[in-house]
């Protein structure tokens, strides 16, 4: 078991920040550490992370707890709750279905969609497996003519058992492509 630590250097990071430990063997756990990394470096130049889908699927998510706990606890025994069955796994089955279109069709890879007072962008990024290549791609929503800044960084460079570093540029944006 091989865990590494990763730092994010940026302007603003201060000093006393705990490297972020990632075990390199599992490719998800190394994408969600440097996911996290951009995450909060965008966090640190002024940009709020908007949560306003995750919200949504996450409200779906308690309307299916709910509609599971009517049809287990609802007073009538089996046949005569038919109706009250069928309408809670309808409910279920279509709040599934808009949360994984959400997933699928919307967020797709978006790992944060923020805003400054200036600004608007998504993030989005990809960590194919057995691939060094972490690919990062920011939008900007501010502008419709923009195009996406896209940058691939090797990933065998970002970390180190002794002395933690990561090459990671810290980026500022603003309102204009």
Known sequence: FCTLRVVVVSD???PQQKPKKANILDAREVKTVLDQAVV???EKDGFKE???LTDIKLFLGLVCCAAAAVSHFYPAKFPANKPVLFI???LYF???GIIEFIARFIQKDTIVDASS???RLTAESTLNHFSPNYKITFHNLTSSDSHPATQTINITKMFSETAP???MPSARFSGTP
């Open 40 to 42: 909060d470096c965008l």
């Open 94 to 96: 279509i709040c599934v």
């Open 165 to 167: 570093s990561c090459p």
């Open 88 to 90: 809670c796994c309808a």
């Open 117 to 119: 007072k200036t600004a």
């Open 50 to 52: 908007k949560h306003l």
């Open 12 to 14: 603003s990071m201060p």
